[in-house]
């Protein structure tokens, strides 16, 4: 399985919902990202992993909840977003050596 | 600091010729340089991924190559097709400890038509 899952497809959401991004990968790589992609421009680093903890937080609002429940699972919780939150979520896994990251096919999420 | 620079930046070509894209970095330490394929509002898909030692890499109709001595990277598509149209975007790894850190280009955008 070389495969990294990510649920839901799409997300539309008001200001004042809670939400949760999901994310599973079974290629048994210790490291997790979330990534928030704008149209027409490159992926942005939000949240890193390794071995089920956090090892970078971008400077990411706290209306971003990351976490891992385990080394299979990543989750991103959503609260009280803004509408420029509305993006392509994407989340990858890594393996250590020279193997490079595996993308998920990404959330799009919108924020009403 | 790390960067990827990719050109050009939009291609247009006919269905069945073919296109080179180019993709220079200063990354350091380098560990290994993917080219990736996207459709819009989707994930990147790996189409080659290469490490130091190499200098080629196929996958089908893409061929990657890699100079490591320059920095330079190409992705040379044959016989395009109208499904090869997305943006291609090199990425390029250095090993951090247990994870790795990543450095996008902004990408190619290449249009396919008949």
């Known amino acids: 399985d070389t495969e990294v899952t990510q649920t839901p497809k799409h997300l539309v959401m008001g200001m004042t919902n809670k939400k949760s991004l999901k994310c599973e990968q079974h290629m048994g790589h210790r490291a997790m990202y979330w990534y928030k992609q704008k149209a027409k421009k490159p992926p942005e680093l939000m949240f890193v992993?390794?071995?089920?903890?956090?090892?970078i937080n971008e400077s990411v609002p706290s209306r971003f909840s990351p976490e891992c429940p385990n080394s299979s699972l990543l989750n991103l919780h959503l609260h009280a977003l803004q509408p420029e939150d509305s993006a392509l979520y994407l989340c990858a896994s890594s393996q250590g050596g020279q193997r490079g990251q595996f993308f998920g096919p990404g959330t799009r999420l919108t924020v009403l | 600091k790390n960067q990827v620079e990719q050109s050009p930046q939009s291609l247009i070509i006919l269905e069945g010729k073919n296109c080179t894209l180019q993709?220079?970095?200063?990354?350091?330490?380098?560990?290994?340089l993917r080219w990736y394929k996207q459709d819009t509002g989707r994930g990147p898909v790996s189409l080659t991924i290469m490490t130091f030692s190499e200098n080629t890499k196929s996958n089908g109709r893409y061929t990657a190559t890699l100079d490591a001595d320059t920095k330079q990277s190409s992705l040379h598509i044959t016989a395009s097709q109208l499904s090869d149209s997305a943006s291609y975007i090199c990425?390029?790894?250095?090993?951090?400890?247990?994870?790795?850190?990543?450095?996008f280009g902004i990408g190619t955008k290449l249009q396919v038509i008949p």
């Open positions: 992993y390794s071995y089920e903890k956090l090892s």
């Open positions: 993709c220079n970095y200063t990354v350091s330490p380098f560990s290994n």
């Open positions: 990425v390029v790894s250095d090993n951090s400890g247990g994870y790795q850190k990543v450095t």
